[in-house]
Structures are given as structure tokens and as C-alpha cells.
């Protein structure tokens, strides 16, 4: 089952590009750009961490030693290239963080990723799509400044804006100019929220910012109505197995909030977040969840299926894509 759970195709629609750098990547970054990092040991960089807060210290530090538009290629060709290996995932919408750069403009960001999403495309099959995301941590300026640059520069592989950070800080309302002028220009719209925090930011999230996907959303289980909105809505919650635990490590793997939030009829996917922060790859996350839940080869098939329906893809693309995958699963 496990073989076959790393087999199948994958989509991924929550996973972060500057999470995604593996660990001797990220120090040979900061030694090349004289950047601090916690520890300059590859081993021990990524360890088991004490909370959201702190796991965003090192996050953090890893942005800034991503310097240089070939640093960024370099981290998204690598991103690409380590899940198209570890988990089989052929399509992923990746956020990234420009304003946690501010060596380099948006514009030269965006070339850079493209650059390295193309390179690993060809050499993997690999197919990536980008999330611009507001730090939420950030003054509201900087995120208004930062949706003008993405209209500004707007290119077909740029699908819509992200909010993400830690969700106890940057209330979602502050950020409702910054995705209306989003939404006036035709982006697609997500937020992390409730992730460790407030369950409150869902619906603000909804509303508010009028976000047609959550990420996270584990906290939603701590509040009847906003579970059964996301039911009865179908909202896709795009959940993250590994990150899920870490955040509840006093509980056991059958009893985490993701299986609950699947025992309620929520529409999510599986996503890995930070893959090697984590010590994850999307493989690993399928194996992990689907054991826990005790999957059936059908229901593994219909998780990696999930994620294609959540994705902001349009109709005809995703059922090609859709094709793709029923073809490679009838093979397996
Ligand atoms: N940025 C990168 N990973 C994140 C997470 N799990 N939550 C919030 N912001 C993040
Ligand atoms: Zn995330």
C-alpha cells in the first residue's frame, strides 16, 4: 500500500518555495551571500520545532539567504525537482514570498522562479504554477504594494495571491484592500487560517477576502458552524499532513484533526507544506495519512484526484490533467 501510495500521480496546491530548499542548499545560500543562519550544520538545521513561531524564525532565515534572481532559480528548479523524485507530483501551485526578498524586484523574482519551474518541466514533467503570498506579519502597505506588482507584471503562470505567516498575527481583515484589488483584477484568492491559532480567521477569510480555497483550516473543528460551512459549501481546504501533527503532537495519527476533518465530509486535499523543514516529501505525506486513515487503494486514488478539482486550474486543462492521471493509475 505504501508503494503504491508514493506511486500515484499527484497535485499539490499548498507548499512553499522558500520551505522547499533542502537543507545544504539553504546553507550553501547563506555561505555564498554572508546571510545568518541558526546553524551552518545541514543536520541539525531543520529539527523538531516548538511551534509555529519558532518554525518561522528559521523559515525566515532561509528567505534571506535567497539573494539572487540565480538563487531563486536554483531553489525552484530544486523544489521541482525533489518532488517530481520523492512523491510523483506532476502539477503544484507553489507559493513564494517576494517581499521576504527585498534584494531583488518582483519582477526579477518571478523571471527567476519561471526560469527554474521551465527547466525542471522539461527534465521532470513537472508542471508549476505560482502563489504570490502576503507575508501577514508585514505592514498592510507592503502587501498592497506587493498585489499592484503581481497586476503590474502579470503573466498566465501567476494564478492568484496567498496569505500566509503565522496565523496568531496579521487579522485577515487587514488585508481586505489588498485581495479586493486582487479580485478586481481577475486573481484567485487563498489564505492560510486556522492553522494554530484563531478558527475566527475562516470565515474572515471567506468573507472578507473573499477566498474561494483555506489552507490549513484545522481549527475550523473547534467550531460547529464553520465546519458545517465548509461542508455545505464545499470549500477545499488544502490540509498538510505533516504540519498537521507538529501542531498536535499529543495526539495520536488516527485521532489528528485531518482525519476528523474527513470523517465530517470536508473537501480537502493532502499537501507537504515545507517538504524537507519537515522532514516530508508528498510521497511520505500520502503514506502517513493514508495509513492513519487506513486507506483503500480507492481512497488513496480519490485523494490524489481531490486535488484536482481544488486546483485553480481551468475546465479543460484539468480535465486533461484528469486524463493524464486516470491513465498513469490504470497502469499502476
Ligand atoms: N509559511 C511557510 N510555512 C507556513 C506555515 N505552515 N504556516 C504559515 N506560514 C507559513
Ligand atoms: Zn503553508
Not at 522558500?18 to 542548499?25: I, T
Not at 518561522?56 to 539572487?68: D, G, K, N, P
Not at 475566527?200 to 480555497?213: A, F, K, P, W, Y
Request: aromatic content about 6%; charged content about 20%; proline content about 5%.
Amino acid at each position: 500500500m505504501s508503494q503504491f501510495l508514493r506511486a500515484l500521480p499527484k497535485a499539490e496546491l499548498h507548499v512553499h518555495l522558500e520551505g522547499s530548499v533542502p537543507a545544504e542548499l539553504a546553507v550553501k545560500l547563506a555561505a555564498r551571500n554572508g546571510t545568518p543562519l541558526p546553524t551552518s550544520d545541514p543536520a541539525r538545521l531543520y529539527r523538531t520545532w516548538a511551534g509555529l513561531a519558532d518554525f518561522l524564525v528559521t523559515y525566515e532565515a532561509v528567505c534571506a539567504a535567497i539573494v539572487t534572481p540565480a538563487d531563486m532559480a536554483e531553489v525552484a528548479y530544486e523544489a521541482q525537482a525533489q518532488a517530481a523524485r520523492l512523491g510523483n507530483v506532476r502539477y503544484r501551485e507553489i507559493f513564494f514570498n517576494p517581499t521576504n526578498h527585498p534584494s531583488m524586484t518582483y519582477r526579477q523574482q518571478l523571471e527567476a522562479v519561471l526560469d527554474g519551474l521551465a527547466s525542471a518541466e522539461t527534465d521532470f514533467g513537472i508542471v508549476g504554477r505560482l502563489i504570490p503570498a502576503i507575508n501577514r506579519s508585514q505592514p498592510v502597505s507592503v502587501a498592497n504594494d506587493l498585489v499592484r506588482e503581481v497586476i503590474a507584471h502579470r503573466r498566465d503562470e501567476v494564478l492568484g495571491i496567498g496569505l500566509d505567516h503565522d496565523d496568531s498575527v496579521g487579522p485577515a481583515p487587514l488585508f481586505a484592500e489588498a485581495f479586493a484589488l486582487a479580485a478586481r483584477n481577475g486573481l484567485r484568492r487563498t489564505a492560510h487560517a486556522a492553522e494554530a491559532h484563531t478558527p475566527g480567521q475562516i470565515t474572515d477569510s471567506l468573507d472578507v477576502l473573499g477566498c474561494d480555497r483555506i489552507d490549513h483550516g484545522y481549527l475550523a473543528l473547534a467550531d460547529a458552524a464553520i465546519t458545517a460551512r465548509l461542508r455545505d459549501e464545499g470549500t477545499h481546504v488544502t490540509t498538510c499532513w505533516g504540519t498537521c501533527c507538529a501542531h498536535n503532537p499529543g495526539r495520536s495519527q488516527a485521532d489528528q484533526p485531518i482525519v476528523e476533518m474527513t470523517a465530517a465530509s470536508l473537501n480537502i486535499s493532502i499537501n507537504s507544506d515545507d517538504p524537507p523543514m519537515l522532514g516530508t516529501d508528498l510521497g511520505s505525506e500520502f503514506v502517513a495519512a493514508g495509513l492513519a486513515m487506513g486507506w483503500t487503494r480507492e481512497q488513496g486514488i480519490a485523494m490524489s484526484l481531490a486535488a484536482l478539482d481544488g486546483a485553480w486550474l481551468d475546465d479543460s486543462d484539468r480535465a486533461a490533467l484528469r486524463r493524464s492521471f486516470e491513465a498513469e493509475i490504470a497502469a499502476l
